[in-house]
C-alpha cells in the first residue's frame, strides 16, 4: 500500500487539488450570486438560455429551445444563435433536471475547468517518456504534477471561472482532452472532445482547424536533410497514409472550417438578420489593412500576452510549433477593437490557455534538450 502510494503520489496529490478547487470555487461562484454580484451579463443570460432548452426538454415544447429574451430588445425573444453560436449550452440543459438554477451551471464550470489540470498531467507524462528526455517516469510524474498545479492557480483561468458563466470557458479542458486523446491515438475520443469545443463558440473551429494542420505539418517531418533523399520521402509518405492520423486530421479539419463557415455566414446572421455583431471590431482592417501591425503590437497587446505568459515562466515561447494551433485565436483577441477582449478580467483568452500550457509542457521537452545538447549529455 505504501509502495502504491509513493509511486502514484503525484497523482493523488493533484487529485486532491482538483477536489479542493472544484469545491472552492463552486462555493465561491454560488455565494457571488447570492451576494447579487453577478450580472445578466453573462449569467443571467446563460441561465435563462439552459433553463428554457431545459423545459423545452421537460414539456415538449421545443419552440423555447435556445431562446432568451433579447438583452437589446426585452419584448423579443430571440434564439441564443443570434449572439453566439454555442450550442454546448444545450449539452447543459439536462443537468437542470437534478437542479434548476445558474448554480448548475456554476458548478459545472467549475468541476470543468478543474478537471484540465488531469489533463495537463496526462499530456505531460506522455510528452515527455514519449520525447525520451532525461527525466524518469516518476520524475515526468512530478514535472506534470507541478504543471497541473500552476494551471490550478492560473491567474486568468480562476479570473473567467469567477466571472460568470460562458461555455467557451469549458473549451479549456475540452481541447486540452482534444489533444491528450490524440496524443494517445484514440481518435474517436479526439474527435469527440473536439467537436464539444466548437460548439461552445462560433470561432472555435479555426483554432482545431490550426490543430489539424499541425498534424499534417509534425507527421510529415520533412527535414532540409530529407529533401535530398526521395527514398526516404516516400518511405515517411508511405507510413503516413497508412496511419490513421491523416484520416483524421482531414476530417476535423473539414468539419472545423465548415462549422466556422456555416455559422458566420448563415446560422448567426440566420437568426440575428444581421452580420455577427463582432464584425464591426475588425471593420477598421478592410479599411486601413496596415493597421494591424500597430493594433498587434500596441502597449496594451504586449501586456496581455505578459499576463497570460508569465504565470507559466515563459516556457510556452520554447515551444512555439504548439502556440502556433492558438494562432487565429491570437489573431481574434489581438486585432478586436473591443478592448475588453485583451483584459484577462474576462474570459476571451480561454482558449489560448489551453495552447499556453501544451507549449509549457513542450517548452520543458525543448529546454532539456537544448541543455543536454550545451552539456553534451545523453
Known sequence: MLAFIRKELPFLLLGIAIV??????SFFTILRNEKMYAHYFDLGIMHQTVHNTYMSL??????????????????????????????????????????????????????????????IFLITEKVLAHMNISTRHHEASWI????????????????????????????????LGMYYFWLIKKHVWSFLFAVLAI???EQVGLVTGFFCLYILITNCE?????????????????????????????????????????????????????????????????DAPLSIFPAVFRVQ?????????????FLSIFAPMQLFIAAPEFGVVLLSANENMRNTY???????????????????????SLYKKLTGKT
Open 20 to 25: 479542493a478547487y472544484s469545491i472552492y470555487f
Open 58 to 119: 421537460k414539456t415538449g415544447d421545443f419552440s423555447r429551445f435556445l431562446e432568451l429574451t433579447d438583452p437589446h430588445n426585452t419584448y423579443h425573444q430571440v434564439k441564443r444563435m443570434s449572439v453566439h453560436n454555442d450550442i454546448l449550452l444545450a449539452f447543459l440543459a439536462p443537468f437542470y433536471f437534478i437542479h434548476d438554477g445558474p448554480e448548475t451551471l456554476l458548478v459545472i464550470q467549475a468541476l470543468g475547468v478543474a478537471f484540465g489540470a488531469l489533463f
Open 144 to 175: 506534470g504534477f507541478s504543471l497541473g498545479i500552476v494551471y490550478l492557480f492560473y491567474p486568468p483561468l480562476q479570473q473567467a471561472v469567477t466571472f460568470e458563466f460562458h461555455a467557451v470557458t469549458l473549451a479549456t479542458t475540452l481541447l
Open 199 to 201: 460548439f461552445s463558440k
Open 222 to 286: 520533412l527535414r532540409i536533410t530529407s529533401l535530398f533523399n526521395i527514398e526516404e520521402l516516400r518511405k515517411k509518405k508511405k507510413e503516413f497514409i497508412k496511419s490513421s492520423q491523416w484520416k483524421f486530421a482531414i476530417s476535423l479539419g473539414i468539419f472545423s472550417l465548415v462549422w466556422v463557415v456555416l455559422s458566420m455566414k448563415f446560422i448567426i446572421p440566420g437568426f440575428r438578420g444581421s452580420e455577427h455583431f463582432g464584425s464591426d471590431y475588425y471593420s477598421y482592417i478592410i
Open 301 to 313: 497587446s504586449l501586456s496581455y500576452l505578459r499576463e497570460l505568459l508569465f504565470p507559466v515562466g
Open 346 to 368: 474576462f474570459h476571451y483568452h480561454t482558449v489560448i490557455d489551453t495552447f499556453i500550457f501544451i507549449a509549457a509542457i513542450y517548452g520543458v521537452k525543448n529546454i532539456d
